[in-house]
């Protein structure tokens, strides 16, 4: 049912600037759009929410994004913000917003946020997923939402030779088009390669190895990374390079040299999009603190 300022909700008064700060977070399926950012070449996730919003209070707003996901990336948590001076409770946002917006885009979560809050400046990391479908014959359902590779991977040579770029680095050489920001220098907190059954690709936390590496069922393999920050094509070009380590055709010893000679050449092939997802933006606490404590 569309909710609209009229209905019987309770509205919420508004700040002293007379604008509220909306937080969304937002589940999409990427593959019917050229991105997250509005491109004169075809439809985009921001252009779909902006539109939504429109149509629903009569404002035109700029929303800002946790990332700017590329064509073909889906998005199991991405995190916008956009301020409005609508009477809509911002915790009814995403009931009302969704009548408006079409069925790939779905809003999980409204509610209101600081002033100060930015979407892309208050993050304090990101996690991304790939997914790859390693499966013998290659399941059509998973098409576009993996990356299939027949041969058996080897993940725990794939993961082994990750560990190599764990920390903070110089990252031009997993960078498409160097420069495209003013520092290619990021951290990486944490990236792990694991198998995992077909029932898990789409959640929207962080994803736990088997406590057995090779399952009953272990036809998908995950990347998943965290990062206070990633360059363009940064996570598809790591999985290509790693999918080499995976088949056999380079080595850890390889992979820390690619990283060293900061040079795209060196690095493998740019994963396809459709097997990457964003996961979650964390905002609150950093990576230390988001890390469960262990021992006594």
């Excluded at 997914?131 to 794939?158: C, K, Q, T």
């Amino acid at each position: 049912m569309e909710l609209t300022p009229s209905d019987s909700a309770p509205t919420v008064p508004l700040s002293s600037s007379g604008f509220r700060n909306v937080r969304l977070t937002l589940a999409y399926d990427g593959g019917g759009f050229c991105g997250w950012q509005i491109q004169s070449n075809g439809p985009s996730v921001q252009a779909e929410v902006q539109r939504a919003i429109r149509q629903l209070t009569g404002e035109e707003v700029a929303v800002y994004s946790a990332g700017r996901t590329d064509s073909g990336v889906h998005a199991l948590g991405q995190v916008a913000n956009f301020f409005t001076g609508s009477p809509i409770p911002p915790a009814k946002f995403g009931a009302a917003l969704q009548s408006h917006l079409p069925p790939t885009i779905v809003v999980l979560d409204s509610r209101e946020v600081p002033a100060a809050f930015h979407a892309t400046f208050s993050a304090r990391w990101k996690r991304y997923r790939y997914v790859i479908d390693n499966s013998h014959i290659a399941l059509p359902f998973l098409a576009g939402y993996s990356w299939w590779m027949r041969r058996r991977l080897d993940a725990e040579a794939m993961h082994d030779a990750a560990q190599l770029l764990v920390g903070k680095h110089d990252f031009r050489s997993f960078e498409t088009d160097w420069p495209n920001k003013v520092t290619s220098v990021r951290t990486v907190f944490e990236l792990k390669v694991f198998r995992q059954p077909l029932c898990s690709p789409w959640l929207r936390a962080s994803a736990v190895p088997p406590a057995v590496a090779h399952s009953t069922d272990d036809t998908l393999i995950f990347l998943e990374i965290v990062a206070d920050g990633f360059l363009y094509n940064m996570v598809r070009s790591i999985t290509g390079t790693l999918i080499e380590v995976g088949r056999g055709n380079r080595t850890a010893t390889d992979v820390r040299r690619i990283l060293e000679s900061q040079r795209r050449a060196n690095a493998g092939m740019t994963a396809p999009a459709g097997g990457l997802y964003m996961v979650e933006v964390e905002y609150d606490r950093d990576w230390q603190e988001s890390v469960p404590k262990t021992g006594h």
